[in-house]
């Protein structure tokens, strides 16, 4: 079983800055990717940035240029940087953890509210 605790989460204002860390725990083998992803209102869940072995990244469209995502190897830990947000950031924010077995693991998820 595999737990992973998000944390950094909160109410910050338009061109603010917030960092979310996700911690995974438990028996952990092989991760193939950790990726965050979030679900704002009414809105399906989506991907916002994935980092896969060797340390290559992507990003939603949306998000590219201000969000930076990267990984703590040793602490089995991956996180988001997100730098001038904007209201439409807004959303429930997932840990995702992948491994190369396929099973998938996702965190509780945390609030991210961003005021104009």
């Known amino acids: 079983q595999v737990q992973l605790v998000e944390s950094g989460g909160g109410l910050v204002q338009a061109g603010g800055s917030l960092r979310l860390s996700c911690a995974a725990s438990?028996?952990?083998?092989?991760?193939?990717?950790m990726a965050w992803y979030r679900q704002g209102p009414g809105k399906q869940r989506e991907l916002v940035a994935l980092?896969?072995?060797?340390?290559?990244?992507n990003y939603a469209d949306s998000v590219k240029g201000r969000f930076t995502i990267s990984r703590d190897n040793a602490k089995n830990t991956v996180y988001l940087q997100m730098n001038s947000l904007k209201p439409e950031d807004t959303a429930v924010y997932y840990c995702?953890?992948?491994?190369?077995?396929?099973?998938?693991?996702w965190g509780q998820g945390i609030q991210v509210t961003v005021s104009s």
């Open positions: 438990g028996s952990i083998h092989s991760i193939n990717r």
């Open positions: 980092i896969i072995s060797g340390d290559g990244s």
């Open positions: 995702n953890l992948h491994m190369v077995s396929g099973y998938n693991f």
